[in-house]
């Protein structure tokens, strides 16, 4: 199905720790898995994607994972700001379509400082 | 400033009445997407434009219809509005499909009473 699970649903970590998201998806089909994020008053924004033809893909303190076999994409934050406080969705192409988006429920991370 | 520019950005209308929500995409962004977000239901796919032709459609419901524009603008017509339809509505660009990512406007915060 072109559903993708995201877990977990809320996350609060200290400063400086890490936060990991991860999301699981079940077509196979899928070729491309962007992550968003959405600040209070304000529409998502994308952060870091991945394709299908790599394994994993950084940007400075920001890391996605995909592991296609078990069919699940992580995001990973690493040395944790109050700044990154916010809701984290994953989304997927489903089908490998060029379409749309298909969305997870989203997973509110709060950063104590 | 992501480019793509929503209007208006709240909006309280009553039961049974219509509404038009504009959207102006990011300069050269030929496709056009709107999303529904509700606090249960997170983000959900209603329609794709590209270059003023429908390409899919999601959970849309019959009451509601968009259209995009020769000059690239797209609007959503709501109509009937019931107090459900309450909720936060994106729209989103990208140059070509779903598939090198989106950008989204800040969003349309609409409330029926």
């Known amino acids: 199905g072109e559903n993708v699970e995201q877990h977990p649903s809320t996350l609060s970590v200290q400063e400086g720790d890490s936060a990991v998201i991860k999301c699981t998806y079940s077509?196979?089909?899928?070729?491309?898995f962007p992550w968003y994020k959405q600040e209070l008053g304000k529409g998502p924004q994308l952060i870091i994607d991945i394709r299908s033809n790599v394994g994993e893909k950084k940007d400075q303190r920001i890391a996605v994972t995909l592991n296609k076999t078990a069919k699940h994409f992580s995001l990973h934050i690493t040395e944790t700001q109050p700044e990154d406080s916010a809701v984290y969705f994953c989304?997927?192409?489903?089908?490998?379509?060029?379409?749309?988006?298909?969305f997870g429920k989203g997973t509110l991370l709060t950063v104590n400082p | 400033d992501s480019g793509v520019t929503q209007t208006p950005k709240h909006l309280i209308t009553a039961t049974g009445q219509r509404v038009t929500l504009r959207c102006s995409p990011r300069?050269?962004?030929?496709?056009v997407y709107w999303y529904q977000q509700s606090l249960d239901q997170g983000l959900q796919f209603l329609i794709q434009?590209?270059?003023?032709?429908?390409?899919a459609k999601g959970n849309i419901l019959e009451r509601f219809s968009a259209q995009q524009f020769p000059d690239l603008h797209s609007e959503l017509n709501l109509s009937s509005l019931e107090l459900g339809d309450s909720a936060l509505y994106f729209c989103a660009s990208s140059a070509q499909g779903a598939a090198a990512g989106y950008t989204f406007g800040s969003g349309t915060r609409l409330t029926v009473v």
């Open positions: 077509d196979s089909a899928s070729n491309y």
């Open positions: 434009y590209y270059n003023g032709e429908e390409r």
């Open positions: 989304a997927h192409n489903s089908g490998g379509s060029n379409y749309k988006l298909t």
């Open positions: 300069s050269g962004d030929l496709s």
